[in-house]
């Protein structure tokens, strides 16, 4: 099986600041402390001239859209979110995202290769025994923005009309 890294497409005019003003302590975002979050939060974004809103972003921390966290809990009903209300203060405008804290797998494999300095991934596998069933998943010790999603979920998420989203596959290792 296929797997890909999904990111936020950054040629897009996509809202910037998000949680400058630090409204939600990200520290809670992961799988022991998210239940300490209102289920619903507001949170400030600042907005590009013509913005764009894609259904994935990736920083400061993952918000799906609603099509997408749907989608992913096709496939894994593991995955735990909280809703995300991005707001503007000077102009109003607001949508509804989810941030979504996903599994992070010790999965990346011996062959991943680093640059000369040894700080940055130029080549990502990912050993396959260690993903297991795991559909959509953080890599554990990759600091890149992001997460990996099996194939038949990325199928499912662009036949759906998932926007402002880069897709770049990752080699598996047998």
Do not use: H
């Not at 099986?1 to 005019?13: A, W």
């Not at 990200?26 to 300490?36: A, C």
């Not at 700080?119 to 260690?130: A, G, Q, S, T, Y």
């Amino acid at each position: 099986m296929k797997y890909f890294l999904i990111e936020t497409d950054e040629r897009n005019r996509i809202p910037y600041g998000i949680n400058s003003n630090r409204e939600l302590d990200i520290r809670l975002l992961n799988r022991e402390q998210i239940d300490t979050l209102p289920q619903w939060n507001m949170v400030n974004m600042s907005l590009p001239m013509e913005v764009f809103f894609p259904d994935i972003i990736s920083k400061p921390f993952l918000l799906m859209s609603d099509i997408c966290i749907k989608t992913a809990m096709m496939y894994q009903k593991d995955i735990i979110y909280k809703g995300i209300k991005l707001w503007n203060r000077e102009s109003g405008i607001n949508v509804t995202y989810f941030a979504t804290v996903l599994e992070e797998l010790e999965c990346m494999s011996d062959q991943t290769q680093y640059n000369s300095v040894g700080n940055r991934i130029v080549r990502l596998v990912l050993d396959r025994d260690k993903i297991g069933s795991n559909v959509v998943f953080k890599i554990k010790g990759y600091d890149g923005s992001g997460f990996i999603g099996r194939l038949d979920f990325v199928e499912s998420i662009l036949r759906r009309g998932t926007r402002g989203i880069r897709l770049e596959e990752v080699d598996v290792e047998e």
